[in-house]
């Protein structure tokens, strides 16, 4: 008799959630209240996490010849990258050996060493490539790569740590303010075989878990009063039906067994 009373008295609790599990997303969406959740729970199950945020060639023949968006630029930062597990390995090529193997999640960059007249001899040949070169600024784009994933001396650190950067600068902090003011004198460019690179990493970066979890929870949870009121109004109910069940079925003898069952 026991076993079927509590039976009995799980199919009340096991019921409305077995329904909302099962329930289609969109009956469930137009509930006051998880209509609101629509558009942020699809953008974070849905999303593709490609990361690619620029235009593509509608011909597929590769990169548009215009000069990209900022939003094509946008890279996380090394410590950044380092957190979701990718690796920076140098190389002892060119410019050209830029590139991001996603199979051991490493990202290769050239060695670049830094001293006190790196950033005059950089916004020089910066200059003379812009005024000289009729295809993509290869300089240039370097430069806003080194821009876009180094911005403190956290940053460069990680680096050098990896010897992707020999620092003969007075600081690390130098080193990122050099990259972060090179922006000012260069014009924005397309350069294939970087954007690669730069869109693979974003690729990989924003498939992540944790990534897609901080966007989601800075977007719409922190920022948006909406859904706290929203999720404190389920946990009052969700208190409340507690109380109201403890109130019929006496919770405090299953606790008190639990309780016993646990010391013993």
């Known amino acids: 008799m026991g076993g079927m009373a509590s039976s009995g008295r799980m199919r009340y609790v096991t019921k409305p959630i077995a329904f909302v599990i099962k329930a289609p997303w969109k009956m469930l969406t137009v509930v006051p209240g998880i209509s609101a959740m629509k558009q942020p729970v699809e953008a974070f199950f ?157 690729r990989y970066y924003n498939s992540r878990w944790r990534v897609k979890t901080k966007r989601f929870m800075r977007k719409y949870v922190f920022s948006s009063w909406q859904v706290l009121t929203f999720l404190a109004a389920i946990m009052m109910l969700l208190l409340t039906t507690l109380q109201a069940f403890c109130s019929v079925y006496t919770c405090s003898r299953w606790f008190g067994a639990v309780t016993v069952a646990t010391a013993e």
């Open 46 to 202: 849905m999303s593709g996490g490609d990361g690619s945020t620029g235009p593509r060639d509608p011909n597929g023949a590769g990169y548009l010849t215009r000069p990209p968006l900022i939003e094509e630029i946008m890279v996380p930062s090394v410590s950044e990258l380092v957190n979701v597990g990718i690796q920076f390995s140098p190389t002892a090529g060119d410019l050209s050996t830029i590139a991001f193997d996603l199979k051991t999640v490493t990202f290769h960059l050239p060695v670049v060493t830094l001293d006190s007249n790196t950033e005059v001899v950089l916004r020089n040949l910066v200059a003379y490539e812009a005024a000289s070169a009729s295809g993509p600024l290869v300089l240039a784009r370097y430069t806003e790569l080194m821009n876009g994933i180094i911005d403190t001396d956290e940053d460069v650190a990680l680096l050098r740590r990896r010897g992707v950067v020999l620092n003969r600068m007075k600081s690390d902090g130098e080193v990122a303010k050099l990259w972060n003011g090179m922006s000012r004198s260069v014009r924005l460019t397309k350069v294939a075989f970087v954007d690669r690179a730069v869109e693979e990493v974003n």
